[in-house]
């Protein structure tokens, strides 16, 4: 089964969301949508989602589904606005509660802060699977970047999140509390066995050197033949030592404290104080 995608690509976190359709009917499903959000002024936005939500109620699409592949550190998700304007259900991996309780330290959440995956509706795990209308979606737990990463394989398309970027910028970074470069080779080892032709969409694009165009569709045999990190057979002994090496030389992203705060809530704010005003935490010399 083909399903349809339509991709939105957001340039301000470089993050593309995507809006998957079936082939023959309403029924669709969103996945790794963007809350925008200025940080100098803390000030946050819905364009980015409304131009999803228009698209829905354009094409007479109904929602079941909104999909989170993992909990973002480079924006903000928009998934409980979008769940307020179109409906569906919101999905992660059952290893949210690893990153909940991680985090939950980081930012001194006390108590009150549910570390067991209950804000979420669905709590996907290795295997399981779920329908958007009469179309099959399946479930690959593909830790390494995070340890709730998953790829979601619909029809002859995989959304693999930020576990694999386009052939020519390479893979995830893995130094992330929880992030191990060893199990994300092997979660693209996983990824690397669906057919050559399955459709990969990747949740990020940088620009690789020397290319001009974002892009974010590839294939399977594209990536195994051409990904400058992974292709071409590379060991896992190569591939850590230049993961690890590489990982060693990048600075946080910039959005990182406040989509932490906010995505391991599936996208909610953190509780407002008694005067209804909302406040995010800035841990200092915590990352």
Known sequence: MTPFVKAF???????????????????????????????????????SADTIVDFVNAEGLKVEWILESHVHADHLSAAPYLQEKLGGKIGIGKNITVVQDTFGKVFNEGTEFQRDGSQFDAL???????????????????PGHTPACLTYVIGDAAFVGDTLFMPDFGTARCDFPGGSSE?????????????????????????????????????????????????????????????????????????????????????????????????????????
């Open 9 to 47: 690509f957001d340039e301000a976190t470089n993050t593309v969301s995507y809006l998957v359709r079936e082939p023959e009917g309403r029924a669709c499903a969103i996945i790794d949508s963007v809350l925008d959000f200025d940080h100098a002024s803390g000030r946050t936005d819905t364009a």
């Open 124 to 142: 996907f795990s290795e295997g399981d699977s779920f329908h958007i209308g009469q179309m099959r979606g399946d479930v690959l737990h593909t």
């Open 183 to 287: 199990a994300l080779y092997k979660s693209i080892q996983k990824i690397l066995a669906l057919p050559d032709e399955t459709r990969i969409f990747v949740g990020h694009d940088y620009k690789a050197p020397g290319r001009d165009e974002y892009a974010w569709e590839t294939t399977v045999g594209e990536q195994k033949a051409l990904n400058v990190h992974i292709g071409q057979g590379k060991s896992i002994e190569e591939f850590v030592k230049m993961r690890d090496a590489r990982d060693a030389t990048l600075g946080m992203p910039r959005l990182i404290l406040p989509s932490l705060q906010v995505n391991m809530r599936a996208g909610q704010m953190p509780p407002a104080d008694e005067k209804g005003d909302v406040f995010l935490k800035l841990p200092v010399n915590k990352l």
